[in-house]
């Protein structure tokens, strides 16, 4: 069990261009799901918090207003990349914490997202 | 801020030999340190979850040890294999977030 999925795993886009990235909890309840951002050789840096029903915590220095995330259920969490620029190219991953867990308790990571921008 | 350090940051082994990765982190107020393995272009599969009130933690060949109060921990994987390949990633929680270290990548060869 604790299974996180991502779609697309890949995508590549052009310049300008916004692009969604969805991240689903497929056999149990997520009351938070957290987006990292990892560049090549780095740490995953977290970019934001998102819970069920309510707005999404963002991390100091990620722009909110480019970076949309959306968490309508408690199985669905959504990040968009608006006007994307080559800087914004890099493996986005998503982890879920299990409803009714403590936060301290694990998080299940997905599969992560590639994203290229041209 | 919380810093994690990795250490190595690249290992090459060659099969069958005992191993112990590194990991330090600056604040030592922490609920608890996941060691995961991430293979290339993967995503994250947690290995060993520590408890701040714990000492240790083992799975199958893996051994991980924290030793919070010197914010450290360690990583042993006994025996290793081609197939422990991968990079390492220790992470501690703080606060709400979950702060990693930049990984070690191991290569075991045949």
């Known amino acids: 069990g604790a299974v996180v999925s991502q779609h697309p795993s890949r995508v590549i886009c052009k310049s300008g261009t916004s692009v969604k990235i969805e991240c689903r909890s497929l056999?149990?309840?997520?009351?938070?799901m957290f987006w990292y951002r990892q560049f090549p050789k780095q740490s995953l840096m977290l970019m934001a918090t998102s819970n069920e029903g309510s707005k999404a915590t963002y991390e100091q220095g990620v722009e909110k207003d480019k970076f949309l995330i959306n968490h309508a259920s408690l199985t669905l969490s959504t990040l968009t990349v608006t006007s994307a620029h080559p800087e914004d190219s890099s493996f986005y991953i998503c982890s879920a914490g299990r409803l009714g867990l403590a936060y301290t308790d694990t998080q299940y990571f997905g599969p992560g997202t590639r994203l290229t921008v041209l | 801020k919380q810093e994690v350090t990795q250490i190595p940051a690249a290992l090459s082994v060659p099969e069958g030999e005992n191993l112990v990765l590194n990991c330090s982190f600056t604040?030592?107020?922490?609920?608890?340190l996941q060691w995961f393995r991430q293979d290339p272009g993967k995503g994250l599969t947690s290995l060993l979850l520590?408890?701040?009130?714990?000492r240790e933690q083992t799975s199958g060949r893996l051994n991980a040890s924290l030793d919070k109060s010197s914010g450290r921990s360690t990583l042993y994987i006994a025996a290793s294999q081609p197939g422990d390949s991968a990079t390492y990633l220790c992470?501690?929680?703080?606060?709400?977030?979950?702060?990693f270290g930049k990984g070690t990548s191991l290569l075991v060869t045949p």
């Open positions: 604040d030592s107020a922490i609920y608890n």
């Open positions: 992470a501690v929680l703080s606060g709400y977030a979950l702060n």
């Open positions: 520590i408890q701040s009130s714990q």
């Open positions: 056999d149990f309840q997520a009351t938070t």
